[in-house]
């Protein structure tokens, strides 16, 4: 009962967060408007609307999310993966957004604008993830991760994720061949 209690409370705030990240934001500063934006990402990750990359409905449900640009890489992975069947690639095994895997929960913090124009804005924040639906534990080690967001159709989406030590996610899908894990 309190894990269905629970669940709702999350699924709730979930669909709060992408009804108001939603509305309207002109009385907004760009920078708002992008951590804004950034949020409703985040929102979204958590209620499965961009997590599974490899999901037929990906690119509409992904839409109102990421950029056009950062949804035809996967487009373009998919159909290279398609093309070169014979070689057997792990492209991306995780979460889209996040890249952990089993997740539940998705928490972003400690977020800060890097720098913004009025259509584009990078900023960082501490990820961390729960693969149950009780909040995650904040700790020092937890992951910076550097988000690309454009405003693309009056709407903040993101357009790429930069992890330490490792290629863009849209250049990791660019090139499945050259990044993804090759299990042959």
């Known amino acids: 009962m309190a894990v269905k209690i629970a669940n ?3 699924l709730l705030s979930a669909a709060s967060m992408l009804l108001f990240a939603s509305l ?3 009385a907004q500063s760009p920078t708002e408007e992008a951590l804004a934006g950034f949020n409703r990402v985040i929102a ?21 999310y990421l950029t056009t640009s950062l949804i035809g890489s996967v487009r373009q992975a998919i159909a290279i993966m398609r093309k070169n069947r014979k070689i057997s ?14 997740q539940v929960r998705v928490v972003a913090y400690d977020e800060k604008i890097l720098d913004s124009t009025s259509t584009e804005a990078r900023l960082s924040a501490k990820i961390i993830t729960s693969d ?21 159709d009056g709407v903040w989406k993101l357009d790429d994720i930069l992890e330490s030590g490792r ?6 899908f660019l090139d499945p061949l050259e990044y993804g894990t090759r299990m042959d």
């Open 8 to 10: 709702a409370k999350i």
């Open 24 to 26: 309207p934001v002109s």
């Open 44 to 64: 979204a990750d958590n209620a499965k609307l961009v997590s599974q990359w490899s999901s037929p409905k990906f690119s509409a449900t992904a839409k109102p």
């Open 89 to 102: 690639i792990n492209l991306w095994d995780g979460d889209f957004v996040t890249g952990a895997q089993g």
């Open 132 to 152: 149950t639906e009780t909040m995650p534990t904040k700790g020092p080690s937890d992951p910076v991760i550097v988000f690309h967001m454009k405003k693309e």
């Open 167 to 172: 290629a863009s996610r849209k250049a990791h």
